[in-house]
């Protein structure tokens, strides 16, 4: 029941910085929702909060990577 809550925290808070970000929200929450799905089935470590979690970290770590190298000035 946890994990449901995190996941979707995590995907409406990755909807609201795409919005703000990038104007495609559904498709970062989209993102979120598949990278913890699929952390299950690709970690198997014994505690599956701890893989939602990191999965989530490795999204927001690319994202951030992802505007690292972005040309787009500052505003």
């Known amino acids: 029941m946890l994990g449901y809550l995190v996941v979707g925290c995590c995907a409406y808070i990755f909807y609201r910085i795409g919005e703000t ?3 495609r929200g559904g498709l970062l929450a ?3 929702v598949i990278f913890a799905v699929a952390s299950l089935y ?3 470590i014994p505690v599956p909060f701890f ?3 990191l999965s989530q970290l490795f999204l927001f770590l690319l994202l951030w990577v992802y505007n690292c190298f972005r040309k787009k000035p500052v505003d």
């Open 21 to 23: 970000e990038y104007g």
């Open 30 to 32: 989209l993102l979120s």
């Open 42 to 44: 690709v970690l198997r």
């Open 51 to 53: 893989s939602l979690l």
